[in-house]
């Protein structure tokens, strides 16, 4: 099963009734208290994810589980944890991975010389770190030295505390090492009982933090040199994507990365306002504006 089937499949059947009012009511509670607006995501998308916490609480209908809600506070940020779905692996789309070594990494790591700055890059929708640690030993792959202070700064942002949790803590179980190699295993965990714990300097260039991308509140990043953003516009409406799109675009500087999920594309009038690099791995550039690459020096 590929990893976007078995993300749509976790997000469970739908099945119960929702009614309309029942919906607005819960879009409303959801609002007020977590400044989440449902009416981002695709309505079949929280449907399937309602109909699934439903069910795993064992109640009967929309209206019981709005019931519960009110009377369990706790139950709010619950929901919002289901509402996300945490499928993710290191180096997940290995190719997109190994064609960013290729086609950005060189260049970013050119550039950031130039400069004299710290490389700048950000995880959006990090789930439980595995991409964000992947973007680390990518960047260190190639350039060692970026270990040294202010040589490469991740953030990691994601909307499920749970999954910030985990990422903080970066210990892993084995199965979930699949996808690296022996030798990266080796460089960058040490073994922790049964699990493997990420080395505490790698975890130092990365700033987890819970954020909701959709939020008014969310960080307004700039000058960034990367972003990855994967498997998480699928769920989004258009309108909604369009929204991110731009923050994304304003949050790079000239000349970074836009790095999207494997069913994820850009449409008009974002598909002019970046530069495509590999289009089969979704990965694009922001272009450098005429003029300002012989200001930066040639690229
Ligand atoms: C399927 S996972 C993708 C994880 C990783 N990017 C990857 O491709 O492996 C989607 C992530 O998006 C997060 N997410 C969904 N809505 C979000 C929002 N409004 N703000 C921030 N993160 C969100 C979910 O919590 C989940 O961890």
């Not at 209908?61 to 945490?86: K, M, Q, V």
């Not at 086609?103 to 700055?117: F, H, Q």
Request: net charge positive; proline share 4%; glycine share 8%.
């Amino acid at each position: 099963m590929l990893p976007q089937e078995k993300e749509l499949a976790q997000s469970g059947a739908s099945g119960l009734e929702m009614g309309e009012r029942n919906l607005a009511r819960l879009e409303k509670l959801v609002y007020q208290k977590h400044q989440l607006a449902l009416s981002s995501y695709r309505p079949s998308y929280i449907h399937r994810r309602i109909n699934a916490r439903i069910r795993s609480l064992r109640l009967e209908s929309l209206t019981a589980y709005l019931a519960f809600l009110e009377n369990h506070p706790e139950e709010g940020e619950e929901f919002i944890d289901t509402l996300t779905i945490s499928v993710t692996s290191f180096f997940r789309d290995e190719e997109t991975f190994r064609a960013l070594a290729k086609k950005a990494v060189p260049e970013l790591l050119r550039s950031r010389d130039e400069r004299r700055t710290e490389l700048r890059v950000w995880s959006a929708g990090c789930c439980t770190g595995e991409e964000a640690y992947s973007l680390a030993m990518m960047f260190l792959e190639a350039d060692p030295s970026l270990l040294r202070k202010g040589g490469l700064r991740i953030w990691a942002t994601d909307i499920d505390q749970e999954a910030i949790k985990y990422s903080l803590q970066g210990l892993y179980p084995k199965d979930r090492l699949d996808n690296l190699h022996p030798s990266l295993i080796r460089k960058y965990f040490q073994k922790q009982g049964p699990k493997y714990q990420i080395l505490p300097e790698i975890q130092k260039m990365i700033g987890f933090k819970r954020e909701n991308l959709l939020g008014a509140g969310r960080s307004g990043f700039e000058g960034m040199d990367l972003i990855m953003c994967r498997n998480l516009m699928i769920y989004l409406e258009r309108e909604e994507q369009g929204k991110l799109l731009f923050h994304f675009e304003r949050s790079l500087r000239e000349g970074g990365y836009l790095v999207l999920g494997k069913t994820e594309f850009l449409f008009e009038p974002y598909r002019s306002t970046f530069q495509p690099v590999s289009v089969s791995e979704r990965i694009y550039q922001k272009p450098f504006r005429p003029g300002a690459l012989e200001q930066a020096g040639g690229r």
